[in-house]
């Protein structure tokens, strides 16, 4: 019998195997983490006794279908290594571990022990364990008949995205894929599917004056029904108490329990001040609209929010990313290089929050514009090391691992990537794309890059590689016509950030096909 595991037993060796996932054995491949992380997820879930040398070849190495053990035993030799990384793991730990994740010969379901440690005494309890139901957070409808209020409706969805992801009794589907399901005509049914989500939550928000009106429900599409709505009004700084009632009101209607920590986290916003919050919230609506006016109009409502929290960790994070965007779009003429801002906003926000995920992503990424790769790519794999579930994260250490030349490393993530978003956004096509031009698919990459520029048609930065990668393949009309469109918005010649040199040849070689420079 597969053996059963209670909510905080669990979190505990999900927390374990964060740890081993950073650790220096696993760091350097992403198909060991991919292949550990696969194999103690089914066996969490209880499907570790289906675990066959075929479900992992066809789910962790990309085999076809027709995949033969007999012919390929790419499995058993990933599984020896596997097996002798976590003896490495252990032996170097230096302190006891509540939880063990062994593998034993001739299987690939893990065995996973959970000691009598004082902690682990506290987890005991073998609940019977339910499959965790998948939920999706659409953007909440702006109700106040003012566009300029807007970005309220998606920042909330956002935080609940966010809150939500912190229960390991839940499965929510990234903001990247929800939020792409603005269509209020569309069937909650096809919503669901398109998402792959069990149950949806919907609400809508409503500014009057300094009063705020905020409605939430949890719907089951397959029977119509709602399973739980909940009204609020209050003042806007009572913003943060109404999200952290969602949360638990949709933890509750879903039966879920939160364990201790996941208590302490659901309401973490990084900063007291609602005022500085709703700056932020206005700034990330306009970088999204990623244009140079938009960019800079960000910039200043993030300033704004770090001037009313200066221990505000986000917005030096999108402080950051903004002035990477502009340094690669060379916007700003006006100083020297954005970049040396982008580094310190990046390495503040490390200093005021070591456990966010994005601020380490941003802060690779920004290393990767100084040309440090070993840096960029230490940085981004410590944000999947800290949640391997980051969609940014993964995105990131993508498009670090194909600038570096580590396409195959770089093809993993990016998968992983769009595993985590039933409908990729615009910036993960974008990755994909980059991987493929890295990997000198430049088929791949132009149809990747298309799709991007199709999910989100003002994303900049797709534009230009599309233009690029048409001049690659030869077709010179396109790429000139595609370069139209970038110089619209960004007259200048924009920055290649691949540092391994066949790419970066290739990128300049398509750059001049498309009269980009």
Same mark, same amino acid.
């Given at each position: 019998?597969?053996?059963?595991?209670?909510?905080?037993?669990?979190?505990?060796?999900?927390?374990?195997?964060?740890?081993?996932?950073?650790?220096?054995?696993?760091?350097?491949?992403?198909?060991?983490?991919?292949?550990?992380?696969?194999?103690?997820?089914?066996?969490?879930?209880?499907?570790?006794?289906?675990?066959?040398?075929?479900?992992?070849?066809?789910?962790?190495?990309?085999?076809?279908?027709?995949?033969?053990?007999?012919?390929?035993?790419?499995?058993?030799?990933?599984?020896?290594?596997?097996?002798?990384? =976590?003896?490495?793991?252990?032996?170097?730990?230096?302190?006891?571990?509540?939880?063990?994740?062994?593998?034993?010969?001739?299987?690939?379901?893990?065995?996973?022990?959970?000691?009598?440690?004082?902690?682990?005494?506290?987890?005991?309890?073998?609940?019977?364990?339910?499959?965790?139901?998948?939920?999706?957070?659409?953007?909440?409808?702006?109700?106040?008949?003012?566009?300029?209020?807007?970005?309220?409706?998606?920042?909330?969805?956002?935080?609940?995205?966010?809150?939500?992801?912190?229960?390991?009794?839940?499965?929510?589907?990234?903001?990247?894929?929800?939020?792409?399901?603005?269509?209020?005509?569309?069937?909650?049914?096809?919503?669901?599917?398109?998402?792959?989500?069990?149950?949806?939550?919907?609400?809508?928000?409503?500014?009057?004056?300094?009063?705020?009106?905020?409605?939430?429900?949890?719907?089951?599409?397959?029977?119509?029904?709602?399973?739980?709505?909940?009204?609020?009004?209050?003042?806007?700084?009572?913003?943060?108490?109404?999200?952290?009632?969602?949360?638990?009101?949709?933890?509750?209607?879903?039966?879920?329990?939160?364990?201790?920590?996941?208590?302490?986290?659901?309401?973490?916003?990084?900063?007291?001040?609602?005022?500085?919050?709703?700056?932020?919230?206005?700034?990330?609506?306009?970088?999204? !609209?990623?244009?140079?006016?938009?960019?800079?109009?960000?910039?200043?409502?993030?300033?704004?929010?770090?001037?009313?929290?200066?221990?505000?960790?986000?917005?030096?994070?999108?402080?950051?990313?903004?002035?990477?965007?502009?340094?690669?779009?060379?916007?700003?003429?006006?100083?020297?290089?954005?970049?040396?801002?982008?580094?310190?906003?990046?390495?503040?926000?490390?200093?005021?929050?070591?456990?966010?995920?994005?601020?380490?992503?941003?802060?690779?990424?920004?290393?990767?514009?100084?040309?440090?790769?070993?840096?960029?790519?230490?940085?981004?794999?410590?944000?999947?090391?800290?949640?391997?579930?980051?969609?940014?994260?993964?995105?990131?250490?993508?498009?670090?691992?194909?600038?570096?030349?580590?396409?195959?490393?770089?093809?993993?993530?990016?998968?992983?990537?769009?595993? =985590?978003?039933?409908? %990729?956004?615009?910036?993960?096509?974008?990755?994909?794309?980059?991987?493929?031009?890295?990997?000198?698919?430049?088929?791949?990459?132009?149809?990747?890059?298309?799709?991007?520029?199709?999910?989100?048609?003002?994303?900049?930065?797709?534009?230009?590689?599309?233009?690029?990668?048409?001049?690659?393949?030869?077709?010179?009309?396109?790429?000139?016509?595609?370069?139209?469109?970038?110089?619209?918005?960004?007259?200048?010649?924009?920055?290649?950030?691949?540092?391994?040199?066949? %790419?970066?040849?290739?990128?300049?070689? !398509?750059?001049?096909?498309?009269?980009?420079?």
């Amino acid at each position: 019998m597969a053996a059963r595991f209670n909510e905080a037993e669990r979190s505990a060796v999900r927390a374990h195997l964060d740890d081993i996932l950073g650790s220096e054995p696993f760091l350097k491949s992403g198909r060991r983490q991919r292949f550990l992380e696969y194999i103690v997820t089914e066996t969490l879930e209880g499907r570790g006794g289906a675990l066959k040398g075929y479900s992992v070849a066809v789910d962790v190495f990309d085999r076809p279908a027709t995949f033969d053990p007999a012919l390929d035993p790419i499995v058993r030799v990933e599984a020896g290594r596997l097996r002798e990384k =976590l003896r490495d793991y252990y032996a170097s730990a230096g302190r006891p571990n509540d939880v063990r994740i062994e593998l034993p010969k001739g299987r690939y379901a893990p065995r996973i022990e959970i000691g009598t440690g004082p902690s682990a005494l506290a987890r005991r309890g073998r609940e019977p364990d339910a499959a965790r139901p998948t939920l999706a957070v659409l953007p909440f409808v702006n109700l106040s008949g003012d566009r300029s209020n807007d970005y309220l409706g998606d920042g909330l969805a956002d935080e609940l995205v966010t809150d939500l992801g912190r229960i390991s009794g839940l499965r929510v589907v990234s903001r990247h894929s929800s939020f792409l399901c603005r269509n209020p005509d569309l069937p909650l049914a096809n919503i669901a599917d398109a998402l792959k989500a069990r149950f949806i939550i919907e609400g809508s928000v409503q500014v009057e004056r300094a009063q705020v009106r905020v409605s939430a429900n949890v719907l089951d599409p397959a029977s119509g029904g709602s399973l739980w709505s909940a009204r609020f009004k209050g003042d806007r700084r009572e913003l943060f108490s109404m999200q952290d009632q969602i949360s638990r009101g949709v933890a509750s209607a879903l039966s879920v329990k939160l364990t201790p920590r996941e208590s302490e986290l659901v309401g973490r916003r990084g900063t007291e001040s609602t005022r500085a919050h709703d700056a932020l919230l206005k700034g990330l609506s306009l970088f999204c !609209g990623y244009s140079e006016t938009t960019c800079a109009e960000a910039q200043d409502h993030f300033r704004e929010a770090t001037r009313l929290d200066p221990a505000y960790a986000a917005p030096h994070t999108w402080l950051a990313r903004s002035y990477v965007l502009q340094h690669c779009m060379n916007w700003r003429t006006d100083v020297q290089s954005p970049l040396e801002p982008a580094v310190a906003h990046a390495q503040t926000a490390v200093a005021l929050d070591g456990d966010a995920p994005l601020a380490h992503a941003v802060h690779g990424w920004t290393l990767l514009f100084l040309r440090d790769g070993e840096a960029a790519l230490a940085a981004a794999r410590r944000a999947c090391a800290i949640d391997p579930c980051s969609p940014d994260g993964r995105m990131f250490q993508a498009l670090i691992e194909a600038s570096t030349g580590r396409t195959a490393e770089a093809d993993l993530s990016i998968e992983a990537a769009m595993a =985590l978003q039933p409908l %990729p956004s615009s910036f993960c096509f974008y990755a994909l794309g980059m991987c493929r031009f890295a990997a000198a698919d430049y088929d791949g990459a132009r149809e990747a890059l298309l799709r991007s520029t199709e999910v989100n048609p003002a994303f900049l930065p797709a534009h230009y590689a599309l233009a690029i990668t048409y001049g690659v393949c030869g077709r010179d009309a396109e790429a000139v016509a595609t370069a139209a469109i970038v110089r619209l918005k960004a007259p200048f010649i924009a920055k290649t950030f691949f540092l391994a040199p066949g %790419p970066a040849k290739a990128y300049l070689a !398509g750059r001049r096909a498309g009269g980009l420079g």
